[in-house]
């Protein structure tokens, strides 16, 4: 056992056993201990089943979190969380760090890694720390590496302590440098004259963080999906997993004790969610179709950010500045803001639209820019590309998102195959039988439902079992003919190319169909649009008709 748990005593020897009593209980609970024989000597990771199988729904972004150090806490206890589809801290796995070095960082990252079945997350947010960030940049190369923003407003409290207590409004305008710059351009001249004011020109510090900006100020990651649609109080490192469950006076004894407190506390509140955004119906603020599509589609949070950019189109009219053949490109701007004004380029054949400020490729949710091209051009309805199935209702049935790059398939590993599809069953479930059991008509609906169910496994166990033996029988039998083939190379490959260009055509015509269902979609609106109109008129000129009488 190394110092730091001598200095913990027996309570590691507590969570291991722990540990060791989960997995025994479930076998895609996951635990390792970084040593020889997995004895208790060195850092410890862990990951229940639920944790491995939100990450494999909502582990595009990530934030390692060690701010057990600046927290002054006992217990070196850090975890790796994400956003769930209703903006929720989501768990993807714990850990105790005893020594801290770039080895065991680089450990625990592998380590982490393996339990996700070797997925790696599109971005990553983590503390200040250069341990860290060798270690990030050594296990995960290709993921964006994101500082935690807070963790640096923590850091310059302490370094500029005089400063803060002199100047009460440097925090504000801090703060406002950072978050509030739309352009990169904006930001270099707010962050010098920002200097200049307070007098802080050559501070060592602060040229050290601006010399690490690209990694922390939100208007050079713009690119890159980190999934944040809060606003910065709501995104405060405060918002973690376990606040208010693992703080300063948590010990190792009562460390697990408080883990499973929070796992349920959040467990109850995702189900909370689930049900108010299945059985509440939001209030819509606009006739537009495109919301109450997107009141079917999202959670109730998203929804509400959602429709306050679609709401701000009317404060947001679309400028046409230019036209080539498919790509039209429009200024956007609010009224009597127009030096603020964002570049949108719409493509008519395919309807898509790129934004300039970026908040689709940085979020997931579609930005009020690119809502008023779309309005200005009579897309009524959400084109498909821009609904990120982890915002929505469904974003744990089947697998998958809407765009290719958060798609997080299950392992071609066959024990991880298993072990994924376990977890899968066994959420789903799991919300099937909190459904089935409330009351006696739905409970036995559920019994009748899982009977048949029972019946279709089986059948489909002894159907693939026949499959498995035919396939036997038929490769022995061809063992002996293999240069048969050799000899239909030729005809192979001709049948190749035709199946490359059935697939080819397959695609263009699922393109054309798609954009034919929103033309339709498009078409009924304005024919909905022209019934009401006329009732409408004839109303008014009944109206007209009475008074004329009278």
Same mark, same amino acid.
């Given at each position: 056992?190394?110092?730091?748990q001598? /200095?913990?005593?027996?309570?590691?020897?507590?969570?291991?056993?722990?540990?060791r009593?989960?997995?025994?209980?479930?076998?895609?609970?996951?635990?390792?201990?970084?040593?020889?024989?997995?004895?208790?000597?060195? @850092?410890?990771?862990?990951?229940?089943?639920?944790?491995?199988?939100?990450?494999?729904?909502f582990?595009?972004?990530?934030?390692?979190?060690?701010?057990?150090?600046?927290?002054?806490?006992? &217990?070196?206890f850090?975890?790796?969380?994400?956003?769930?589809?209703? =903006?929720?801290?989501?768990?993807?796995?714990?850990?105790? !760090?005893f020594?801290e070095?770039e080895?065991?960082?680089?450990?625990?990252?592998?380590?982490?890694?393996?339990?996700?079945?070797?997925?790696?997350? &599109?971005?990553?947010?983590?503390d200040?720390?250069?341990?860290?960030?060798?270690?990030?940049?050594?296990? %995960?190369?290709?993921?964006?590496?994101?500082?935690?923003?807070?963790s640096?407003?923590?850091?310059?409290?302490?370094?500029?302590? @005089?400063?803060?207590?002199?100047?009460?409004?440097?925090?504000?305008?801090?703060?406002?440098?950072?978050?509030?710059?739309?352009?990169?351009?904006?930001?270099?001249?707010?962050?010098?004259?920002?200097?200049?004011?307070?007098?802080?020109?050559?501070?060592?510090?602060?040229?050290?963080?601006?010399? =690490?900006?690209?990694?922390?100020?939100?208007?050079?990651?713009?690119?890159?999906?980190?999934?944040?649609?809060?606003?910065?109080?709501?995104?405060?490192?405060?918002?973690?997993?376990?606040?208010?469950?693992?703080?300063?006076?948590?010990?190792?004894?009562?460390?697990?004790?408080?883990?499973?407190?929070?796992?349920?506390?959040?467990?109850?509140?995702?189900?909370?969610?689930?049900?108010?955004?299945?059985?509440?119906?939001?209030?819509?603020?606009? *006739?537009?179709?495109?919301?109450?599509?997107? =009141?079917?589609?999202?959670?109730?949070?998203?929804?509400?950010?959602?429709?306050?950019?679609?709401?701000?189109?009317?404060?947001?009219?679309?400028?046409?500045?230019?036209?080539?053949?498919? /790509?039209?490109?429009?200024?956007?701007?609010?009224?009597?803001?127009?030096?603020?004004?964002?570049?949108?380029?719409?493509?008519?054949?395919?309807?898509?639209?790129?934004?300039?400020?970026?908040?689709?490729?940085?979020?997931?949710?579609?930005?009020?820019?690119?809502?008023?091209?779309?309005?200005?051009?009579?897309?009524?309805?959400? *084109?498909?590309?821009?609904?990120?199935?982890?915002?929505?209702?469904? =974003?744990?049935?089947?697998?998958?998102?809407?765009?290719?790059?958060?798609?997080?398939?299950?392992?071609?590993?066959?024990?991880?195959?298993?072990?994924?599809?376990h @977890?899968?069953?066994?959420?789903?479930? !799991?919300?099937?039988?909190?459904e089935?059991?409330?009351?006696?008509?739905s409970?036995?609906?559920?019994?009748?439902?899982?009977?048949?169910?029972?019946?279709?496994?089986?059948?489909?166990?002894?159907?693939?079992?026949?499959?498995?033996?035919?396939?036997?029988?038929?490769?022995?039998?061809?063992?002996?003919?293999?240069?048969?083939?050799?000899?239909?190379?030729?005809?192979?490959?001709?049948?190749?190319?035709?199946?490359?260009? !059935?697939?080819?055509?397959?695609?263009?015509?699922?393109?054309?169909?798609?954009?034919?269902?929103?033309?339709?979609?498009?078409?009924?609106?304005?024919?909905?649009?022209?019934?009401?109109?006329?009732?409408?008129?004839?109303?008014?000129?009944? @109206?007209?008709?009475?008074? %004329?009488?009278?």
């Open positions: 056992m190394n110092s730091g001598k /200095i913990l005593g027996g309570g590691v020897q507590h969570v291991l056993d722990y540990l009593r989960m997995q025994a209980e479930s076998p895609a609970f996951f635990y390792a201990v970084q040593g020889d024989n997995g004895s208790s000597n060195g @850092n410890i990771f862990w990951a229940d089943a639920t944790a491995r199988m939100n990450y494999h729904y582990g595009d972004s990530i934030k390692l979190d060690t701010s057990y150090r600046a927290n002054g806490c006992w &217990v070196p850090a975890t790796f969380t994400g956003l769930n589809h209703h =903006a929720q801290p989501v768990l993807f796995g714990c850990a105790l !760090i020594n070095s080895a065991s960082l680089v450990w625990l990252l592998q380590t982490w890694l393996q339990a996700m079945s070797g997925q790696k997350p &599109v971005s990553i947010t983590t200040i720390d250069q341990l860290i960030q060798m270690a990030v940049a050594h296990v %995960l190369p290709e993921t964006h590496h994101r500082l935690c923003k807070w640096i407003l923590r850091e310059t409290k302490e370094k500029l302590t @005089n400063v803060f207590q002199t100047h009460p409004t440097f925090e504000t305008e801090f703060m406002k440098c950072v978050n509030a710059s739309e352009t990169i351009e904006e930001f270099e001249s707010q962050w010098k004259s920002f200097l200049e004011r307070y007098y802080l020109t050559d501070n060592e510090y602060l040229q050290s963080i601006y010399s =690490a900006c690209r990694h922390w100020v939100p208007v050079f990651m713009r690119e890159t999906f980190f999934g944040d649609i809060l606003s910065d109080e709501d995104n405060d490192a405060k918002n973690t997993f376990f606040n208010g469950y693992v703080d300063a006076s948590t010990t190792i004894q009562t460390l697990i004790k408080q883990y499973e407190k929070a796992l349920t506390i959040w467990h109850e509140m995702e189900l909370k969610e689930d049900l108010d955004s299945t059985n509440t119906t939001p209030v819509l603020k606009t *006739p537009s179709p495109m919301e109450k599509q997107a =009141a079917n589609l999202y959670t109730r949070k998203v929804f509400i950010k959602f429709q306050e950019e679609l709401v701000e189109t009317l404060a947001n009219p679309a400028t046409k500045i230019d036209e080539s053949r498919t /790509i039209t490109t429009y200024h956007v701007a609010k009224f009597g803001e127009e030096h603020k004004a964002h570049t949108v380029r719409f493509n008519t054949f395919e309807l898509t639209a790129n934004c300039s400020c970026l908040m689709f490729e940085f979020s997931g949710i579609i930005c009020r820019h690119v809502l008023s091209v779309f309005r200005a051009k009579n897309v009524l309805t959400l *084109p498909s590309q821009y609904i990120l199935k982890r915002w929505t209702r469904n =974003a744990k049935s089947g697998s998958g998102s809407t765009l290719e790059e958060h798609r997080l398939a299950l392992p071609s590993n066959s024990q991880e195959s298993l072990t994924m599809r @977890n899968s069953l066994r959420q789903e479930a !799991i919300k099937f039988v909190e089935g059991a409330k009351s006696i008509h409970y036995n609906v559920a019994v009748n439902a899982l009977k048949e169910a029972a019946k279709k496994v089986a059948a489909a166990k002894k159907k693939n079992t026949n499959k498995t033996l035919v396939n036997n029988i038929v490769n022995g039998c061809n063992q002996g003919v293999d240069e048969g083939v050799i000899d239909q190379a030729d005809s192979d490959q001709s049948k190749e190319e035709k199946e490359q260009k !059935i697939r080819e055509l397959s695609t263009e015509l699922e393109c054309l169909n798609q954009q034919s269902e929103v033309y339709r979609a498009n078409l009924l609106a304005v024919l909905k649009d022209m019934e009401e109109e006329k009732l409408k008129l004839s109303v008014k000129v009944q @109206n007209a008709r009475l008074s %004329l009488k009278e």
